[in-house]
């Protein structure tokens, strides 16, 4: 349960960042949004640690995911145990549909983060490209 409203609740940070990055905004807007969400993105939480906000909830989301996914085979290996014995597999496969729901959403919250990061590096490349062929025409 703790897992399921971590993520949800990471996810939304990337998403909203995601949809305001892909608004048909004007430059100086797109600049100030890109500029907004390096800010946040590349927040450090401490002096002492070297780790911005973007690598430390990657690093956990992708841990996370990695866990999800340990959890997914052993609920798996129990269906299938539990189906092969010739008993009642429900409750076996409760857990396994939670698992791979878990799966879902710690998968998604890691694609999140690297999307944006991603596309945040895109935009940020266009902008100054736009800047300087702007600047070269007025010349």
Known sequence: MIVEQFFVFTMVVPGVML???LLPLPNKAQNVLVA????????RPHPYVNLSLF?????V???AFA??????ENSRKDYVSAKHKGGI????RVRLLA???NLWITGCSAGLWILLHRFRTLQK???????????????
């Open 36 to 43: 907004i969400t390096d800010k946040v993105l590349y927040l």
């Open 67 to 72: 866990y999800a996914v340990f959890i997914m």
């Open 55 to 59: 690598w430390i909830n990657l690093l």
């Open 89 to 92: 597999a429900l409750e076996q």
């Open 99 to 101: 698992a791979e729901r």
């Open 19 to 21: 949809v305001l990055l």
């Open 125 to 139: 490349r266009y902008n100054t490209l736009y800047t300087q062929v702007a600047e070269t025409k007025a010349k």
């Open 61 to 63: 989301s992708l841990a």
